[in-house]
Nanobody, 122 residues
Framework: QVQLVESGGGLVRAGGSLRLSCAAS????????MGWFRQAPGKEREFVST????????SYAESVKGRFTISRDNARSTVYLQMNSLKPEDTAVYYC???????????????WGQGTQVTVSS
């Protein structure tokens, strides 16, 4: 059983930056592919980014490509999401997820954190 705890959310002005962290415990972190998803009020949860267990491959939603960067530190059992040039439409609860499959489908991920709120003001 893997437990995931996100942190780093907050309120930021448009154009600003935030760095989200997701700390894992209770499993072998280095064997899991990790993903970031987000959910805005009244909308479905959507894919943001994913990184393979080794960190050698990443992918991004078109809406965040070039602005967000996913990374991981297997020694610290932590995955990060660096978010730059934030826009009001990035406002959402951000969730990290762990699974043995990789991709943009939330069903690929067996374990989820509780989420961290990101609010971008205009």
């Amino acid at each position: 059983q893997v437990q995931l705890v996100e942190s780093g959310g907050g309120l930021v002005r448009a154009g600003g930056s935030l760095r989200l962290s997701c700390a894992a415990s209770g499993g072998t972190f280095s064997t899991y592919n990790m993903g970031w998803f987000r959910q805005a009020p009244g909308k479905e949860r959507e894919f943001v980014s994913t990184i393979t267990w080794s960190g050698t491959s990443t992918s991004y939603a078109e809406s965040v490509k070039g602005r967000f960067t996913i990374s991981r530190d297997n020694a610290r059992s932590t995955v990060y999401l660096q978010m730059n040039s934030l826009k009001p439409e990035d406002t959402a609860v951000y969730y990290c997820a762990a699974g043995h499959l990789v991709g943009s489908n939330p069903k690929f991920y067996a374990y989820w954190g509780q989420g961290t709120q990101v609010t971008v003001s205009s």
